[in-house]
């Protein structure tokens, strides 16, 4: 079983910088691509970014290019999406999700696992 534990969501002013972590139970952590995800109120959950097992790849939505990076640390079994130059429509609730794959994928329903969420919430 895979369970996926989100945190360092918070408040921050327009132009900040917040780094969300996601911990990763389970075995082979390297073979999962992760993903980060993200739901405004109201809106549908939609792909921020994401990366290969071996870190080697990566990939964003464009608007998130430039000032988000997502990382990860296989020793740790963690995955990191770090937020710069933050805006107010950045404000969502934050998701990480796993699939074991060796090829990148943004399809959400690619990914079978999921983690609660986090929450950012960027003041203007």
């Known amino acids: 079983q895979v369970q996926l534990v989100e945190s360092g969501g918070g408040l921050v002013q327009a132009g900040g910088s917040l780094r969300l972590s996601c911990a990763v139970s389970?075995?082979?952590?390297?073979?999962?691509?992760m993903g980060w995800f993200r739901q405004a109120p109201g809106k549908e959950r939609e792909f921020v970014a994401a990366i290969r097992g071996s870190g080697l790849g990566t990939y964003y939505a464009d608007s998130v290019k430039g000032r988000f990076t997502i990382s990860r640390d296989n020793a740790k079994n963690t995955v990191y999406l770090q937020m710069n130059s933050l805006k107010p429509e950045d404000t969502a609730n934050y998701y990480c999700a796993a699939r074991e794959t060796l090829t990148i994928t943004t399809i959400e329903d690619n990914f079978p696992y999921w983690g609660q969420g986090t929450q950012v919430t960027v003041s203007s």
């Open positions: 389970g075995r082979a952590f390297s073979r999962y691509v």
